[in-house]
C-alpha cells in the first residue's frame, strides 16, 4: 500500500468511514516530514533501534498508535532485509521492546504465515497489545489464496488481540469478524474508498475530485496524484481506455481538464 495510503487517500478513507488508516511503511530515520492530519497508526520498518526512541518521542501525540511491519514481501524489503525478511528474533524483540518502552500508545506488528510467525506470536504477547496478521506466505505475496485454517488456528493460540487482512471486502468482512477481533482492508479499497461507507452505512460518494483536491492542499507529487486517477477509473465505462489516455496526462491542469469531461469527476 506504500503508493497507496497517501494523506489525501487517508483522510477520504476516514470520512467514508475507515476506524484506522495507516501510514505508509517509515523509517525512523526517514528525515522527511510526516503529514498525519488524520491521526494514523504509524507504521515502521527497521533493522536496527536507531533512530526509533527520537522519531517517536517527535510523534507520539500525533498518531493514534504505532505498527512495526514485519510482513512486508516487496523487493526493497529483500534488498534491504525489513518486513518479512526481517528473521532474526533477537533483533526483533531489541526494535519491538525499545517501541513498546516509548509510548503508551497502542502498538501492534504485522507478520505473515511463516515458520517463525508463534515465535513472534510470543513477542508479541509480552510488548503489544494486538497483531495483524496475513495468510499468505511470503513467497505467495499477493497472489494465490490466503490460508484461513492457519489464520483461525492462530487466533486461537494468540492472548491478544488479532487482526485479520487478506481479501476483505464489503460482502466477507461480517464472516472474518465471527472469528478475528479486527479486520484490515487494503487493495479492496484502491481507488475505492467508498467500501468504508458500505461496511458502516456512512454517507459517502466516490469522487476523484475530493481526492486531488486534498492532494492539492497537501502538494502531493504530480505522480501520486496520477497512480490514484488510474485508480478512481475502476468500475467506470471504458475503464481501460479511460486509463491508456491517462497515460499521456503530464500535468495537473491536464488531469483537471480530463476528468471535467467524466460523469463521476463531476458527481
Not at 69 to 94: F, H, M, R, V
Not at 116 to 125: F, Q, V
Not at 218 to 223: A, D, I, N, T, V
Not at 243 to 262: A, P, Q
Amino acid at each position: 500500500m506504500e503508493e497507496v495510503n497517501d494523506i489525501a487517500f487517508r483522510l477520504l478513507c476516514k470520512k467514508a468511514g475507515a476506524g484506522l488508516t495507516y501510514t505508509p511503511l517509515t523509517n525512523p530515520q526517514d528525515p522527511r516530514k510526516q503529514i498525519l492530519d488524520d491521526k494514523p497508526i504509524l507504521q515502521l520498518f527497521a533493522t536496527e533501534t536507531k533512530g526509533i526512541k527520537a522519531f517517536i518521542k517527535k510523534h507520539d501525540k500525533k498518531v493514534s498508535g504505532w505498527d512495526f511491519n514485519l510482513g512486508c514481501p516487496a523487493k526493497t524489503a529483500k534488498q534491504q532485509g525489513y518486513g518479512s525478511y526481517l528473521t532474526d528474533l533477537k533483533i526483533i524483540e531489541e526494535i519491538i521492546s525499545l517501541i513498546r518502552s516509548q509510548t503508551k500508545k497502542p502498538f501492534s506488528i504485522k507478520i505473515r504465515k511463516s515458520p517463525i510467525a508463534n515465535k513472534i506470536l510470543k513477542l508479541a504477547e509480552k510488548y503489544c497489545d494486538a497483531i495483524a496478521i496475513h495468510p499468505r506466505t511470503r513467497a505467495q505475496g499477493y497472489s494465490g489464496e490466503p490460508d484461513i485454517k492457519w489464520a483461525k488456528d492462530f487466533k486461537k493460540k494468540s492472548s491478544i488481540p488479532v487482526i485479520y487482512s487478506g481479501n476483505i471486502n464489503e460482502k466477507n468482512y461480517k464472516k472474518f469478524l465471527k472469528t478475528f477481533d479486527y479486520v484490515m482492508i487494503g487493495r479492496a479499497a484502491i481507488g475505492n474508498p467508498e467500501i468504508f461507507s458500505k461496511i458502516t452505512n456512512t454517507k459517502f460518494k466516490n469522487n476523484f475530485k475530493d481526492y486531488l483536491k486534498l492532494a492539492k492542499k497537501y502538494k502531493l507529487p504530480f505522480r501520486q496524484i496520477k497512480f490514484h486517477s488510474m485508480q478512481f477509473t475502476k468500475g467506470q465505462r471504458n475503464s481501460r481506455k479511460l486509463r491508456n489516455k491517462l497515460i499521456y496526462v503530464k500535468t495537473i491542469e491536464e488531469l483537471e481538464d480530463f476528468f471535467l469531461k467524466i460523469i463521476f469527476f463531476n458527481n
